[in-house]
């Protein structure tokens, strides 16, 4: 979690969906806290935190696409990690089988944001994906139609925050019994 604009996002989200934040198996994406963490705002759940790269609150290393869990989460969460993530089509590709029919949300670097995390930008000390050298804003279109093209939503919403710089969005995984009908709502 970068800044309270992002927060306060994750926490709207709370309050439209609050049974998706309490009582539920919950997997983040990119769980290894640099500025913060979401991890919190989770009440009496089961969570997992998943990262690439080891750190604090990372309960498992390995990347996104390949974390197998036959048993899939309620909720899947991931917060400024999909501008780090160099098989990020994978790892969306990933979601049906790690998302029950559920809530996914999260938040990332637009197309505005300034590269960050890598040796480029940050030089040695400050490396946040697992190839130091990787980063990709990622834009709103992009985003869309990969949810869709590998997902069935019953609701899926995605939005720019300040000026471009993040994209936020959350999505409902339509049950398995609901065929593939994917959608694409606005805010409410």
């Known amino acids: ?11 709207s989200v709370r309050r439209l969906r609050p049974g998706d934040f309490a009582q539920r198996r919950v997997l983040e994406l990119g769980s290894r806290s ?19 790269v080891s750190g604090p609150l990372v309960d498992v290393v390995s990347p996104a696409h390949e974390f197998q869990d036959s048993r899939g989460f309620d909720v899947v969460i991931s917060c400024e990690a999909f501008e780090h993530d160099p098989w990020l089509d994978r790892t969306l590709a990933a979601l049906p089988r790690l998302l029950r029919s559920g809530l996914f949300v999260g938040t990332c670097a637009g197309p505005a944001r300034a590269e960050h995390g890598t040796r480029r930008s ?8 697992p190839e130091p050298d990787y980063y990709r804003n990622v834009g709103l279109e992009d985003l869309l139609d990969e949810l869709v093209r590998c997902a069935a939503w019953e609701r899926l919403h995605v939005e720019y925050g ?16 609901a065929g593939r009908s994917p959608t694409a709502a606005g805010p409410g």
């Not at 913060?36 to 997992?48: A, D, M, P």
């Not at 300040?162 to 019994?177: I, T």
């Open 162 to 177: 300040r000026s471009r710089r993040d994209l936020y969005w959350y999505g409902v995984l339509s049950s398995p019994a």
């Open 1 to 11: 979690m970068a800044h309270a604009e992002q927060r306060r996002f994750i926490e």
């Open 34 to 52: 640099i500025n913060g963490s979401v991890r919190g705002l989770f009440q009496g759940c089961e969570y997992i935190g998943l990262d690439a």
């Open 122 to 129: 940050s030089g040695e000390t400050a490396i946040y994906g």
